[in-house]
């Protein structure tokens, strides 16, 4: 349930403005104001409506509830993709990335194993070795990554990661716009 008084008082304050200030800009009293903030009466919708409009914001805004924002994510939030055969594991980091600008993933390979090509898109792509080492196909281009080096390109070409190794290889991949 939204608290209208609070949310209000939280607004005029945000402003540096007084309640007599307010009740000046919307030719309402002081006390009303002040029962107003403290939940003692109610306004009209055309009230409320004014008061929103000194404050510099609409009726929809005001009672826009912001979804809280996750920051943590857990081992149990996060979802993994794996192709045996072709000897890759994605694990999404971030849930529901492509609700974001940026998508990290850990990537890890098989010896031999590679990530599914992808074709030409805007944005950047941007990895860092963890373990092992990986080849980077750009086009006709490639380039060996060891551990603990990094690489960030525009994906102007058809893509992919190749472990040519002996020993499994994993890295951090961060693409945006989100990709996979």
Excluded at 55 to 70: M, N, V, W, Y
Excluded at 97 to 120: C, F, H, R, W, Y
Aim: net charge negative; charged share 25%.
């Amino acid at each position: 349930m939204i608290d209208i008084g609070d949310k209000i008082k939280r607004q005029r304050l945000k402003l540096g403005l007084t309640q007599e200030e307010l009740a000046a800009r919307t030719e309402l009293s002081k006390g009303f104001i002040s029962q107003l903030e403290r939940n003692l009466t109610s306004p009209s919708i055309a009230t409320l409506m004014d008061i929103l409009e000194t404050l510099g914001t609409d009726i929809s805004a005001f009672f826009l509830e912001a979804t809280p924002q996750k920051v943590v994510f857990a081992a149990e939030d996060m979802f993994i993709k794996e192709d045996v055969e072709k000897g890759y594991a994605i694990e999404w980091l971030v849930p529901n990335a492509q609700k974001n600008q940026l998508e990290p993933i850990l990537v890890t390979l098989s010896p031999g194993g590679e990530t599914p090509a992808q074709d030409p898109h805007e944005g950047e792509e941007f990895g860092y070795v963890l373990a092992g080492s990986v080849y980077i196909f750009l086009g006709e281009q490639k380039h060996r990554v060891r551990r603990g080096e990094s690489f960030c390109f525009q994906p102007a070409s058809l893509h992919f990661i190749k472990n040519m190794g002996r020993s499994e290889a994993r890295l951090l991949w961060v693409a945006t716009p989100p990709s996979f």
